[in-house]
Protein backbone atom coordinates (compact mmCIF):
# COMPACT_ATOMS: atom_id res chain seq x y z
CA UNK A 1 0.00 0.00 0.00
CA UNK A 2 2.43 2.47 0.96
CA UNK A 3 4.79 1.72 -2.23
CA UNK A 4 1.65 2.55 -4.69
CA UNK A 5 1.38 5.64 -2.23
CA UNK A 6 4.77 6.69 -2.92
CA UNK A 7 3.88 6.31 -6.76
CA UNK A 8 1.01 8.21 -6.79
CA UNK A 9 2.35 10.71 -4.32
CA UNK A 10 5.22 11.18 -6.75
CA UNK A 11 3.07 11.69 -10.10
CA UNK A 12 1.02 13.99 -8.35
CA UNK A 13 4.27 16.20 -6.20
CA UNK A 14 7.02 15.00 -8.12
CA UNK A 15 10.08 13.42 -6.32
CA UNK A 16 10.87 15.01 -2.61
CA UNK A 17 14.24 16.27 -1.96
CA UNK A 18 15.92 16.68 1.19
CA UNK A 19 13.96 17.06 4.14
CA UNK A 20 10.94 16.76 2.31
CA UNK A 21 11.34 13.05 1.79
CA UNK A 22 11.53 12.27 5.27
CA UNK A 23 8.45 13.78 6.03
CA UNK A 24 6.25 12.89 2.95
CA UNK A 25 3.60 10.44 4.28
CA UNK A 26 4.35 7.96 1.77
CA UNK A 27 7.83 7.74 3.16
CA UNK A 28 7.17 7.34 6.36
CA UNK A 29 4.34 4.74 5.33
CA UNK A 30 7.53 2.60 3.73
CA UNK A 31 9.60 3.26 7.01
CA UNK A 32 6.85 1.72 9.11
CA UNK A 33 6.73 -1.20 7.06
CA UNK A 34 10.65 -1.83 7.09
CA UNK A 35 10.18 -0.81 11.02
CA UNK A 36 7.87 -3.85 11.43
CA UNK A 37 10.14 -5.95 8.94
CA UNK A 38 13.28 -5.80 10.67
CA UNK A 39 11.59 -5.70 14.49
CA UNK A 40 10.00 -9.36 13.63
CA UNK A 41 12.29 -11.29 15.02
CA UNK A 42 13.02 -9.09 18.06
CA UNK A 43 8.80 -9.94 18.77
CA UNK A 44 9.31 -13.27 17.96
CA UNK A 45 11.54 -14.08 20.70
CA UNK A 46 9.88 -11.54 23.06
CA UNK A 47 6.80 -13.98 23.20
CA UNK A 48 8.65 -17.32 22.95
CA UNK A 49 10.39 -19.08 26.10
CA UNK A 50 13.28 -18.18 27.43
CA UNK A 51 16.09 -18.65 25.50
CA UNK A 52 19.96 -19.15 25.73
CA UNK A 53 22.57 -16.35 24.71
CA UNK A 54 23.60 -17.14 21.25
CA UNK A 55 19.64 -17.47 20.12
CA UNK A 56 19.09 -14.20 21.38
CA UNK A 57 21.56 -12.02 18.87
CA UNK A 58 19.00 -12.33 16.31
CA UNK A 59 16.14 -9.98 18.28
CA UNK A 60 19.19 -7.60 19.83
CA UNK A 61 20.53 -7.10 16.09
CA UNK A 62 16.46 -6.62 15.32
CA UNK A 63 15.84 -4.14 17.90
CA UNK A 64 18.92 -1.87 16.81
CA UNK A 65 18.13 -2.77 13.15
CA UNK A 66 14.35 -1.03 13.94
CA UNK A 67 15.70 1.57 16.27
CA UNK A 68 18.30 2.65 13.18
CA UNK A 69 15.32 3.09 11.01
CA UNK A 70 14.16 5.98 13.33
CA UNK A 71 17.20 7.36 13.69
CA UNK A 72 17.72 7.54 9.78
CA UNK A 73 13.82 9.05 9.19
CA UNK A 74 14.66 11.71 11.85
CA UNK A 75 18.35 12.33 11.15
CA UNK A 76 17.39 16.17 11.06
CA UNK A 77 17.86 15.77 14.85
CA UNK A 78 20.43 13.35 15.07
CA UNK A 79 23.16 14.87 17.58
CA UNK A 80 25.83 12.39 15.36
CA UNK A 81 25.52 13.49 12.17
CA UNK A 82 26.85 17.05 12.14
CA UNK A 83 28.68 18.97 13.94
CA UNK A 84 27.68 22.38 15.12
CA UNK A 85 24.09 21.43 16.65
CA UNK A 86 26.10 22.73 20.31
CA UNK A 87 27.99 25.16 18.65
CA UNK A 88 26.72 29.08 17.68
CA UNK A 89 29.43 30.88 15.35
CA UNK A 90 30.06 34.03 14.47
CA UNK A 91 29.12 35.33 10.85
CA UNK A 92 31.21 38.59 10.32
CA UNK A 93 32.96 38.99 6.71
CA UNK A 94 36.67 38.90 6.93
CA UNK A 95 37.05 37.18 10.23
CA UNK A 96 37.28 33.90 11.25
CA UNK A 97 34.40 32.39 12.42
CA UNK A 98 34.70 31.67 16.29
CA UNK A 99 32.16 30.76 19.17
CA UNK A 100 29.96 32.97 20.21
CA UNK A 101 26.85 32.71 22.79
CA UNK A 102 23.80 30.66 21.45
CA UNK A 103 20.36 32.07 21.41
CA UNK A 104 17.44 30.96 23.25
CA UNK A 105 16.18 29.09 19.70
CA UNK A 106 18.79 27.52 19.15
CA UNK A 107 19.39 25.94 23.02
CA UNK A 108 16.04 24.46 21.96
CA UNK A 109 16.33 22.91 18.77
CA UNK A 110 19.87 21.32 20.49
CA UNK A 111 17.74 20.25 23.68
CA UNK A 112 15.20 18.78 21.24
CA UNK A 113 17.83 16.97 19.05
CA UNK A 114 19.19 15.13 21.95
CA UNK A 115 16.13 14.07 23.42
CA UNK A 116 14.78 13.08 19.76
CA UNK A 117 18.28 10.89 19.30
CA UNK A 118 18.19 9.73 23.19
CA UNK A 119 15.05 8.28 22.72
CA UNK A 120 15.70 6.48 19.04
CA UNK A 121 19.24 5.30 21.04
CA UNK A 122 18.18 4.08 24.24
CA UNK A 123 14.69 2.77 24.43
CA UNK A 124 15.60 -0.29 22.20
CA UNK A 125 17.67 -0.91 24.92
CA UNK A 126 15.36 -0.47 27.40
CA UNK A 127 12.80 -2.91 25.53
CA UNK A 128 15.25 -5.78 25.45
CA UNK A 129 16.08 -4.80 29.07
CA UNK A 130 12.29 -5.19 30.13
CA UNK A 131 12.47 -8.98 28.40
CA UNK A 132 16.09 -9.97 28.84
CA UNK A 133 19.57 -9.36 31.42
CA UNK A 134 21.75 -7.89 28.85
CA UNK A 135 25.35 -8.27 28.26
CA UNK A 136 27.09 -5.22 29.07
CA UNK A 137 28.36 -5.62 25.46
CA UNK A 138 24.53 -5.48 24.01
CA UNK A 139 24.14 -1.79 25.17
CA UNK A 140 27.09 -0.21 23.89
CA UNK A 141 27.24 -1.96 20.41
CA UNK A 142 23.32 -0.72 20.43
CA UNK A 143 24.77 2.95 21.31
CA UNK A 144 27.58 2.75 18.70
CA UNK A 145 26.78 1.19 15.66
CA UNK A 146 23.83 3.64 14.85
CA UNK A 147 25.85 6.54 15.72
CA UNK A 148 29.28 5.90 13.55
CA UNK A 149 26.47 4.85 10.75
CA UNK A 150 24.78 8.51 11.29
CA UNK A 151 28.43 9.75 10.05
CA UNK A 152 28.98 7.31 7.53
CA UNK A 153 25.34 8.62 5.68
CA UNK A 154 26.96 11.33 5.98
CA UNK A 155 30.07 10.84 4.66
CA UNK A 156 32.56 11.18 7.73
CA UNK A 157 32.22 14.91 7.89
CA UNK A 158 32.85 14.82 11.26
CA UNK A 159 35.28 11.56 11.38
CA UNK A 160 36.03 12.56 14.80
CA UNK A 161 32.62 12.34 16.19
CA UNK A 162 33.21 8.58 16.09
CA UNK A 163 35.64 8.28 18.85
CA UNK A 164 33.19 10.25 20.72
CA UNK A 165 30.67 7.30 20.13
CA UNK A 166 33.26 4.89 20.82
CA UNK A 167 34.08 6.80 24.11
CA UNK A 168 30.59 7.08 25.15
CA UNK A 169 29.66 3.48 24.06
CA UNK A 170 32.12 1.56 26.50
CA UNK A 171 31.14 4.07 29.44
CA UNK A 172 26.96 2.99 28.12
CA UNK A 173 28.63 -0.67 28.55
CA UNK A 174 30.65 0.28 32.39
CA UNK A 175 27.64 1.63 33.51
CA UNK A 176 25.89 -1.51 32.81
CA UNK A 177 28.44 -3.98 34.05
CA UNK A 178 27.98 -2.24 37.30
CA UNK A 179 24.83 -1.25 37.83
CA UNK A 180 23.90 -5.24 36.37
CA UNK A 181 20.09 -4.25 35.63
CA UNK A 182 17.70 -6.94 34.79
CA UNK A 183 13.84 -7.69 34.49
CA UNK A 184 13.83 -8.85 37.99
CA UNK A 185 15.52 -5.74 39.12
CA UNK A 186 13.53 -2.82 38.86
CA UNK A 187 15.32 -0.71 40.33
CA UNK A 188 18.84 -1.35 38.63
CA UNK A 189 16.94 -1.55 35.24
CA UNK A 190 15.81 2.46 36.31
CA UNK A 191 19.26 3.33 37.47
CA UNK A 192 20.96 1.86 34.47
CA UNK A 193 18.63 3.61 32.13
CA UNK A 194 18.71 6.90 33.71
CA UNK A 195 22.42 6.65 33.88
CA UNK A 196 23.31 5.66 30.24
CA UNK A 197 22.41 8.56 28.11
CA UNK A 198 23.93 10.89 30.42
CA UNK A 199 27.49 8.95 30.15
CA UNK A 200 26.80 8.83 26.30
CA UNK A 201 26.77 12.35 25.29
CA UNK A 202 29.23 13.70 27.73
CA UNK A 203 31.94 12.49 25.73
CA UNK A 204 30.09 14.55 22.69
CA UNK A 205 30.33 17.57 24.40
CA UNK A 206 34.12 16.89 25.24
CA UNK A 207 34.92 16.19 21.42
CA UNK A 208 32.98 19.39 20.62
CA UNK A 209 34.74 21.40 23.21
CA UNK A 210 38.07 20.31 22.05
CA UNK A 211 37.93 20.49 18.87
CA UNK A 212 36.38 24.18 18.50
CA UNK A 213 38.43 24.98 21.72
CA UNK A 214 35.57 26.28 23.89
CA UNK A 215 31.65 25.53 23.92
CA UNK A 216 28.65 27.82 22.94
CA UNK A 217 26.96 26.89 26.24
CA UNK A 218 27.49 27.47 29.38
CA UNK A 219 27.89 25.02 32.13
CA UNK A 220 24.36 25.72 32.86
CA UNK A 221 22.81 24.44 29.52
CA UNK A 222 25.12 21.78 28.83
CA UNK A 223 25.10 19.91 31.87
CA UNK A 224 20.82 20.58 31.74
CA UNK A 225 20.79 18.65 28.73
CA UNK A 226 22.89 15.73 29.99
CA UNK A 227 20.13 15.50 32.84
CA UNK A 228 17.08 15.93 30.61
CA UNK A 229 18.36 13.26 28.14
CA UNK A 230 18.77 11.02 31.52
CA UNK A 231 15.50 12.06 33.06
CA UNK A 232 13.88 11.31 29.68
CA UNK A 233 15.25 7.10 30.21
CA UNK A 234 14.32 7.63 33.72
CA UNK A 235 10.92 8.41 33.17
CA UNK A 236 10.53 5.97 30.70
CA UNK A 237 11.34 3.20 32.44
CA UNK A 238 9.86 3.91 35.64
CA UNK A 239 6.49 4.13 33.76
CA UNK A 240 7.09 1.10 31.32
CA UNK A 241 7.80 -0.65 34.65
CA UNK A 242 4.01 0.85 35.78
CA UNK A 243 2.60 -0.43 33.33
CA UNK A 244 3.72 -3.64 33.49
CA UNK A 245 3.54 -4.27 37.09
CA UNK A 246 -0.56 -2.73 36.68
CA UNK A 247 -0.47 -5.34 33.90
CA UNK A 248 0.34 -8.52 36.19
CA UNK A 249 -2.08 -7.11 38.94
CA UNK A 250 -4.58 -7.20 36.69
CA UNK A 251 -3.96 -10.41 35.38
CA UNK A 252 -3.67 -11.84 38.74
CA UNK A 253 -6.91 -10.82 39.71
CA UNK A 254 -8.33 -12.01 36.64
CA UNK A 255 -7.26 -15.45 36.74
CA UNK A 256 -8.31 -15.89 40.98
Not at 42 to 62: C, G, K, T
Request: proline share 7%; net charge neutral.
Amino acid sequence: MSGMGDFAWHSVFGIEQNINALFSPSHLGLATGAFLILGAPFSAAWHSADRAWPQLVPAFVSAMLAGMVAAFILQEFAVFARHGLIQTYSSAAGTQPAVIVPTSSSIMVSLASFLVSTVVLFVPVLLLSLRWRLPAAVPAAMALVPSAALQVMVALRDAWFIPAALAGAVLVGLVWAVVRPAPERPARLVTAAGLAPVVFWAPYFAAVALHDGALSFPPEIWSGTLTWSGLATLSLAALTLKVRAMAGTIADSRAS
